[in-house]
């Protein structure tokens, strides 16, 4: 069974801090990884994803993540923060072995950005 | 990207009411839709896995009888919350992909509030 655990519900850091959202995961076979940001009231963006390839993934707004298998984790990161990066975030692995569409969602993290 | 609409956005019905939600893919065939439920502040919880021309597979401790979807199309899928009650009241998302192996697309989500 896959699941996700995200540390830490809410983050805050000031503008043009490094931003580290922590996401470790645990699943019985090799796992895609996801990270999506929420606005309030809006569905979901994917901000980059994991599949088996390289284990440093850039996504998009200047976020990345590294896959390491040794410590199960999946930490967001991004070098300096932006007013706009508030939001909702959420880790999540695919329900099985492959890019399925069927994701188990950590329980989500609020990032605050200070002026 | 794929883009994925739900509609309507917002919905306020009443006790004992039911209320439809669509969910479309409007540049892609979708083989395979999944709606999720977010409580305030909280993660996203898969109801159920749709897949055009069958019935739905819901999880565990869904409602099937409550939460009724349809996925009679390659870009529409419906939820109806029937007989509505305010525990129903939350936020549904839906997703939809190419097949059960291709990624998801998230929909900008449906506030349904029941007085």
């Known amino acids: 069974a896959q699941s996700v655990t995200q540390l830490g519900s809410h983050v805050s850091v000031s503008e043009g801090a490094l931003v580290l959202l922590r996401c470790n995961y645990s699943?019985?076979?090799?796992?895609?990884l996801f990270w999506y940001v929420q606005y309030p009231n809006q569905g979901l963006q994917l901000l980059l994803k994991?599949?088996?390839?390289?284990?440093l993934v850039k996504g998009i707004n200047g976020f990345e993540a590294e896959f390491k298998k040794s410590e199960t984790s999946f930490h967001l990161t991004k070098p300096s923060a932006h007013m706009s990066d508030a939001a909702e975030y959420f880790c999540?692995?695919?329900?099985?072995?492959?890019?399925?569409?069927?994701?188990?969602f950590g329980q989500g993290t609020t990032l605050q950005v200070k002026p | 990207g794929a883009v994925v609409s739900q509609h309507p956005s917002r919905v306020i019905c009443k006790s004992g009411t039911s209320v439809k939600i669509e969910c479309r893919s409007l540049?892609?065939?979708?083989?395979?839709m999944f709606w999720y439920r977010q409580f305030p502040k909280q993660s996203l919880m898969l109801m159920a896995t749709s897949n055009e021309g069958s019935k739905a597979t819901y999880e565990q401790g869904v409602e099937k009888d409550k939460f009724l979807i349809n996925h009679a199309s390659l870009t529409l899928s419906t939820l109806t919350v029937t007989s509505a009650h305010p525990e129903d009241s939350s936020f549904y998302i839906c997703s939809a992909s190419m097949g059960l192996r291709a990624e998801a697309f998230f929909g900008q989500g449906t506030r349904l509030t029941v007085v």
């Open positions: 540049d892609f065939q979708a083989t395979t």
């Open positions: 999540a692995v695919s329900h099985g072995s492959s890019n399925t569409g069927k994701l188990i």
């Open positions: 994991y599949t088996s390839a390289a284990t």
């Open positions: 699943s019985s076979v090799p796992p895609y």
